[in-house]
């Protein structure tokens, strides 16, 4: 037993329940996993040489504490051109350590002790962490799959309290995919700014979206001085371990998250920065490239997941589906777990992304469809040895 006492905070916080699949599956042979919220694809050429080329050249000091100039210029260029939102790169962009430590920031700046935070279920494993380290109280708002896990603004009503000052938003949504439209945005905006709320909207997927258009929360009428958008290079880009993230928001709020950024990292990788940079100015091709297999990997999964007799809706967005288990007869951590075991292929267990997630499990389809196609073949006989399963009548599904 330690002689010291820790934070009683972070002693009583949860390890990821993410982790414990993960680490199991890395001691097993012939896994295939579609846990990994990670691009299979490499970061292309021309950004890796443009972070070569930077070393050579002696780029190795420090930037300035919000990012290179160069950089957050052509973030700024991108959002409006991409979103029509319009930011200063001088006064209103913080390039980050990732978009979860612009979330971290973003929370350590708004937060005094005992603001409430309301976070949609399910949401991903750090949302709600980070929340209490920031010495604000999480309040989780459930969605249902009945619902295609989008936001009820009834039932966000009835979560308001004298307490809350924030609402922490993941569009498209991990795990789920849902994408919000546009229609949605815009009456959860007469709500925000009801209550004069924050939105913290974490944008991260914005790029992988598949069906209809994608609507910023800041470009919604009125909800930019109400925004802190959280954008980054790692699902777009494929630029998982360059640890690039984006903030941008008023003047106001960045001038001050910059104090927390400053203190805590100094700045973002510069090797980082320059390639992000190229990523920027010439990377639309591959970002399209991309999308379009993402695209291809979602139909399949769904079309076959449904084929097997489980239920699930078609995400809009990113790159999870979120089918239910429910008639499998077993808990969410109870089939991640078997499946594993038996087939060897790792999913993640819905009740690790909220309570109202139990009875789901999370696929990614950010693996190749030759491996998709192994996975589900080898998640059809699974459930044929479940004797509790009752496969759902495939003329009850709905799906766009």
Same mark, same amino acid.
């Given at each position: 037993?330690?002689?010291f ?28 996993s ?33 990012g ?7 973030v ?26 612009g ?23 750090s949302?709600a ?23 009820n603004?009834?039932?966000l009503?009835?979560k ?9 938003l ?18 959860l ?10 939105v913290i ?7 992988? *979206? ?9 470009k ?9 958008l ?16 984006? *903030? ?8 001050h ?8 990292i ?13 990523a ?16 291809q ?8 997941l ?12 990113a790159?999870y ?30 009740? *690790? ?7 789901f499990?999370?696929?990614?389809y950010a ?23 009752q ?6 599904i709905?799906?766009?």
């Amino acid at each position: 037993m330690s002689k010291f006492t820790l934070s009683n905070t972070v002693t009583t916080l949860q390890p990821s329940g993410i982790r414990k699949f993960f680490d199991l599956a890395a001691s097993m042979d012939n896994v295939i996993s579609l846990g990994v919220g990670e691009p299979d694809f490499v970061t292309p050429w021309n950004v890796r040489e443009a972070s070569i080329y930077s070393l050579e050249t002696g780029h190795t000091a420090y930037t300035s504490n919000a990012g290179l100039f160069e950089l957050r210029d052509e973030v700024s260029r991108y959002f409006s051109k991409k979103f029509d939102v319009h930011y200063d790169p001088n006064e209103e962009l913080i390039i980050t350590v990732g978009a979860s430590q612009g979330i971290d920031i973003a929370l350590r700046t708004i937060l005094n002790p005992g603001d409430e935070v309301i976070v949609i279920d399910p949401c991903f494993v750090s949302y709600a962490p980070l929340v209490s380290l920031a010495g604000g109280v999480p309040v989780h708002l459930a969605t249902t799959g009945e619902e295609e896990f989008k936001i009820n603004l009834q039932a966000l009503k009835k979560k308001i309290t004298p307490k809350t000052k924030a609402i922490l938003l993941c569009n498209p949504n991990n795990p789920t995919g849902t994408l919000l439209e546009k229609e949605l945005l815009e009456d959860l905006a007469i709500f925000v700014k009801k209550h004069n709320l924050i939105v913290i909207s974490d944008e991260i997927y914005a790029e992988l *979206v598949y069906d209809g258009e994608y609507t910023s929360f800041a470009k919604i009428d009125g909800m930019r001085d109400h925004t802190i958008l959280i954008s980054g290079f790692s699902k777009t880009f494929a630029m998982t371990g360059w640890r690039l993230g984006i *903030v941008a928001a008023p003047s106001e709020i960045i001038s001050h998250m910059l104090k927390v950024h400053q203190y805590a990292i100094m700045c973002a990788p510069t090797m980082s920065q320059h390639a992000a940079v190229e990523a920027l100015r010439n990377g639309e091709h591959d970002v399209e490239a991309m999308r379009r297999s993402y695209m291809q990997r979602r139909n399949y999964l769904v079309s076959s997941l449904q084929e097997n007799g489980l239920s699930c809706h078609l995400p809009g967005g990113a790159f999870y589906v979120f089918p239910s288990i429910q008639n499998t007869g077993l808990t969410s951590e109870e089939f991640a777990e078997q499946l594993l075991l038996k087939e060897r292929v790792a999913v993640v267990p819905g009740n *690790v992304f909220g309570d109202c997630g139990e009875g789901f499990i999370r696929c990614s389809y950010a693996t190749s469809l030759e491996q998709l196609i192994e996975a589900t073949k080898r998640i059809g006989r699974f459930l044929q040895t479940l004797p509790t399963f009752q496969p759902v009548n495939l003329t009850k599904i709905e799906s766009k």
